[in-house]
């Protein structure tokens, strides 16, 4: 029973990523999905997150505009498509399942292992 998180790596300023975020033995249907990123020395952040059904998503305002958060239920994996990165952008990069319908005000039960984006200057 796990996520797995995938697609990071090293690229550089104002490149592309796209994160993939597949659960094996558990379902991300009809769940909300998020990601979050935690930079070392920093708190975790709420990234991006989208309702069970991908007719609601949120952003944070640094990322607003540049990544969008999507989903297939039937592939049972959600993905972050990541463009314009930036320095700041740099971190690990984690998937989890809410314990609810949506990504606000829940609790997250399900977490993947974390994925590396490094964005250089």
């Known amino acids: 029973v796990q996520l797995q998180a995938s697609g990071g790596g090293l690229v550089q300023a104002g490149g592309s990523l796209r994160l993939s975020c597949t659960a094996s033995?558990?379902?991300?249907?009809?769940?909300?999905m998020a990601w979050f990123r935690q930079d070392p020395g920093k708190g975790r952040e709420l990234v991006a997150g989208?309702?069970?059904?991908?007719?609601?998503?949120y952003y944070a305002d640094s990322v607003k505009g540049r990544f969008t958060i999507s989903r297939d239920n039937a592939k049972n994996t959600v993905y972050l498509q990541m463009d314009s990165l930036r320095p700041e952008d740099t971190a690990v990069y984690y998937c989890?399942?809410?314990?609810?319908?949506?990504?606000?005000?829940?609790?997250?039960?399900?977490w993947g292992q974390g994925t590396l984006v490094t964005v250089s200057s």
């Open positions: 033995g558990l379902t991300v249907y009809p769940y909300g």
């Open positions: 989208i309702s069970w059904s991908g007719g609601s998503t």
């Open positions: 989890a399942r809410s314990r609810g319908s949506t990504y606000v005000n829940v609790r997250y039960d399900y």
